[in-house]
């Protein structure tokens, strides 16, 4: 079993509909790092959180250290908002070092 | 703003080649990483290097060695390339428990 799983795998959604992409983690972490990647293979930081909510524009991350689990949710969802999206938990055995590990990601395609 | 640049987008390189991958960050960050990704695998630490001329071994470190003589540069070394090293490679970046910024990825084809 993966210390970082994600769900879906795999997401179809239409322009506008809000989106929710799921991650739990098995480890103690220091925090939790949501990233995108657009085809062409450029990683971005989209959140690092390690307690509650945070939001950037459309893009609401939360987590709950109790049950382990961290959403991430995208609001009134665009086609460029298609993308691979990846959990990373940073492990807090891990140290100063911030090695992470990641979920397989989640392949979302918004369509028009 | 942040940049962490990889030498080369595209690399096609003969099996039994040495290849060279070089990362430069531009913010002083005191940790390097070089990942591969794979299809259903994600990514995955080979090596990483927390100052220079330290490193440790990722999680699949065989194969492969690092060299980082400046803070700003970390190099993946392919010793002899083979078809199976094939795949993404993606280096990053980061100051002790920050958030980690990436280059833009080099796709190798080992033929």
């Known amino acids: 079993k993966n210390e970082v799983e994600q769900s879906p795998q795999n997401l179809t959604a239409q322009e506008g509909e809000f989106i929710t992409i799921n991650c739990s983690y098995s480890?103690?972490?220091?925090?939790l790092h949501w990233l995108q990647q657009h085809p062409g293979g450029g990683i971005v930081s989209l959140f690092m959180?390690?307690?509650g909510k945070k939001k950037h524009g459309r893009l609401i991350a939360t987590i709950n250290i109790q049950e382990k689990h961290s959403s991430l949710h995208i609001t009134a969802s665009h086609p460029r908002d298609s993308a691979v999206y990846i959990c990373?938990?940073?492990?807090?055995?891990?140290?100063?070092?911030?090695?992470?590990?990641f979920g397989t990601g989640t392949l979302l395609a918004v369509q028009p | 703003d942040v940049k962490v640049t990889q030498s080369s987008r595209y690399l096609v390189k003969r099996t039994g080649e040495k290849v060279f991958l070089e990362c430069v960050q531009d913010?002083?960050?005191?940790?390097m990483f070089w990942y591969r990704q794979d299809p259903g695998l994600g990514l995955r630490l080979i090596y990483f290097?927390?100052?220079?001329?330290?490193?440790e071994k990722g999680d699949i470190p065989e194969g492969y060695s690092v060299s980082r003589e400046k803070k700003e540069r970390f190099s993946l070394i392919l010793e002899s390339a083979s078809t199976n090293q094939t795949s993404m490679y993606l280096c990053?970046?980061?100051?002790?428990?920050?958030?980690?910024?990436f280059g833009q990825g080099t796709r190798l084809t080992v033929v």
């Open positions: 990373a938990a940073a492990p807090n055995y891990g140290g100063a070092t911030n090695k992470l590990i």
């Open positions: 480890v103690g972490i220091s925090a």
């Open positions: 959180l390690s307690s």
């Open positions: 990053a970046s980061s100051f002790e428990y920050t958030e980690a910024f």
């Open positions: 913010m002083d960050h005191e940790n």
């Open positions: 290097s927390y100052d220079v001329k330290m490193k």
